[in-house]
Nanobody
Framework: QVQLVESGGGLVQTGGSLRLACTVS????????VPWFRQAPGKERECVATISVSGSSTYYEDSVKGRFTISRDNAKNTVYLQMNSLTPEDTAVYYC???????????????????WGQGTQVTVSS
């Protein structure tokens, strides 16, 4: 059983920053890709960023490149998403997910991931 818990969401002004964290249960954290997705009302869930097991390779959705940074601390079973220069278009529920690295690689496709957290709300005011 793999369980994921997101934290760090909240309300910020345009231009502000937040750091999200995803903690993952179990003893096989380093075997999983742990991407971040987001979903706004009426919109499709989209992958924001993901990272390789070692942390040496990353993927970012075009709209967040240069603003968001994904990282992982395998010793703490945690993946982080540092979000800077936030805009109202970043408002969404942010979810972390997990899937076996051997299966998912850096895929941004949501159907590739089996395990999901409960989500954390990020609201950026104008």
């Amino acid at each position: 059983q793999v369980q994921l818990v997101e934290s760090g969401g909240g309300l910020v002004q345009t231009g502000g920053s937040l750091r999200l964290a995803c903690t993952v249960s179990g003893r096989t954290f380093s075997s999983y890709a742990v991407p971040w997705f987001r979903q706004a009302p009426g919109k499709e869930r989209e992958c924001v960023a993901t990272i390789s097991v070692s942390g040496s390779s990353t993927y970012y959705e075009d709209s967040v490149k240069g603003r968001f940074t994904i990282s992982r601390d395998n010793a703490k079973n945690t993946v982080y998403l540092q979000m800077n220069s936030l805009t109202p278009e970043d408002t969404a529920v942010y979810y972390c997910a997990a899937g076996l690295w051997a299966r998912t690689g850096l895929s941004p496709q949501k159907d590739e991931y089996v395990y999901w957290g409960q989500g954390t709300q990020v609201t950026v005011s104008s």
